[in-house]
């Protein structure tokens, strides 16, 4: 970590300090005696002016009822401004808001508090780049060459170093993964970030040396229009795909290409129109060049979520056996440079993705059967894909031949507070309808003004 790396983490800790003292009702004095720290020291703390040390941090975290806030981001640099273990910290999680030049990071701390700072772009790329906020990233610049390879290329972008994309590559695996437990809402200002760095990479070398670098950049506005999506931002998830969908004409990355019309026929579903979502992903299948059999697997699987939103089961099964038939003959059907998922998609994941496909033309029991499957089978650290399989399974009961809206009440609760969390539309809108089912069919039931007044909060 260079020493313009270690100011801006201490400015980061000045401003959350500050902001912790102020939300304490505490003046610089109040606090000195609180923490036995002098006073003037600690208003040159909050200026970013002087790196406190590390033994005399735990008081003012006290004082503060910080939760190990404090400790953790004291602890993103030692004394000598090199990069120190992180210990366990009172950050749930943080997420960036970006608003004209300057980007609001936002802390979650235990107890439902919140500590907001804003810092300069700059500032702000510059921890990202550097693994300041690794604990939220599921990642960390330990290597010192890396670290400052990566605040290098940021600083001075007129040429593309691999390592440095490798580090950007392997982020958005992570993200992949993270999304899974956290969903889109603690995700999306990290990965908007990550996407100015990559394109101040891209604008800063000369012209047609930053096809690595696009290739790059369309894999991650691609998960950005999925994050939008899963917000149920349709406008913005649109946005990104196209965009992506530009970056990867320019470098003629057909298979990309096929892979964003199989994303925006999905997209296309969050407004039911099942015409977009067939003749897109029909369309993907038709993309000139050669297109991996787990890519066209997914197109023809997507294609059959269009059907059962027709209602035509015939066509929903024949497309899904010609996915399945794709993904049993060629199990590693997939090259390196495939999107994240397409390199976790397989026949467990067509299977659950044709629940709702099953669910929607008549044939709620197989889907209840599938769901259950798949609960079984899911990590329960998964909370976001945990909670939106619960609630596609409650409105799968509703739907079968024995319906009990008793289990599928008490599923439906059991989503809500990922559905806070997360800020997974999806999962919102899956409770939406199972409260509107319960409403109509069983309004009597006591579980059913539960939902209702549960949802009213999310």
Same mark, same amino acid.
Request: proline letters at 4%; glycine letters at 8%.
């Given at each position: ?231 149920? @931002?349709? *406008?913005? &998830? %649109?946005?990104?795909?196209?965009? $992506?969908?530009?970056? +990867?004409?320019?470098?003629? =990355? /057909? ?109 709620? @029991?197989? *889907?209840? &059967? %599938?769901?259950?499957?798949?609960? $079984?089978?899911?990590? +329960?650290?998964?909370?976001? =894909? /945990? ?72």
């Amino acid at each position: 970590m260079t020493g313009q790396d270690s100011d801006a983490v201490r400015r980061l800790f000045g401003l959350v300090l500050r902001h912790l003292r102020r939300q304490a009702g505490l003046s610089l004095r109040d606090l000195g005696e609180r923490s036995l720290y002098d006073y003037s020291r600690i208003s040159r703390v909050e200026r970013g002016e002087h790196l406190i040390d590390p033994e005399l941090v735990p008081s003012l975290d006290q004082a503060l009822n910080a939760n190990g806030l404090l400790i953790s981001l004291r602890a993103l640099i030692s004394t000598n401004g090199t990069p120190a273990e992180m210990p366990p910290a009172g950050l749930i999680g943080g997420f960036p808001i970006a608003d004209g030049d300057s980007v609001t990071v936002e802390f979650r701390l235990s107890g439902r508090r919140e500590a907001r700072v804003s810092l300069s772009r700059r500032e702000f790329h510059r921890l990202m780049a550097t693994g300041a906020f690794g604990g939220a990233l599921r990642a960390d610049l330990t290597d010192t060459d890396l670290a400052e390879r990566v605040s290098r290329a940021v600083g001075e972008p007129q040429r593309t170093d691999p390592q440095v994309l490798d580090y950007f590559r392997t982020l958005l695996e992570q993200h992949f993964v993270a999304d899974k437990m956290l969903g889109p809402r603690a995700l999306l200002g990290q990965v908007h970030a990550q996407i100015e760095i990559l394109d101040g990479l891209r604008r800063g070398g000369r012209p047609g040396t930053s096809e690595s670098t696009l290739r790059l950049l369309a894999r991650y506005a691609e998960f950005a229009g999925w994050l939008h999506q899963d917000c149920g @931002d349709v *406008a913005s &998830a %649109i946005f990104w795909s196209d965009r $992506a969908t530009q970056w +990867a004409q320019a470098i003629g =990355d /057909q298979p990309f290409v096929a892979y964003l019309l199989v994303r925006r026929s999905n997209i296309a579903m969050i407004d039911r129109d099942g015409v977009d979502v067939v003749e897109l992903a029909a369309a993907a299948q038709r993309v000139p060049g050669p297109i991996s059999p787990r890519l066209r697997a997914l197109a023809a699987q997507q294609e059959a979520r269009g059907w059962a939103m027709h209602g035509d089961a015939d066509s929903f099964r024949v497309r899904l056996d010609v996915a399945a038939d794709l993904l049993h003959d060629h199990p590693d059907g997939v090259d390196e440079n495939a999107p994240v998922y397409l390199h976790r998609y397989d026949l467990a994941a067509l299977e659950e993705q044709s629940a709702t496909g099953y669910r929607d033309c008549g044939h709620a @029991d197989t *889907a209840v &059967a %599938i769901l259950e499957r798949r609960i $079984a089978d899911t990590p +329960a650290h998964l909370q976001r =894909d /945990q909670a939106h399989q619960w609630v596609k399974l409650a409105n799968a009961v509703l739907k079968s031949a024995q319906p009990d809206p008793e289990r599928a009440a008490a599923l439906g609760l059991r989503c809500v507070s990922a559905a806070r969390t997360t800020g997974s539309a999806r999962i919102v809108g899956e409770l939406r309808t199972l409260s509107r089912t319960l409403s109509r069919r069983w309004p009597d039931l006591c579980q059913t003004e539960e939902l209702r007044d549960a949802l009213a909060t999310v």
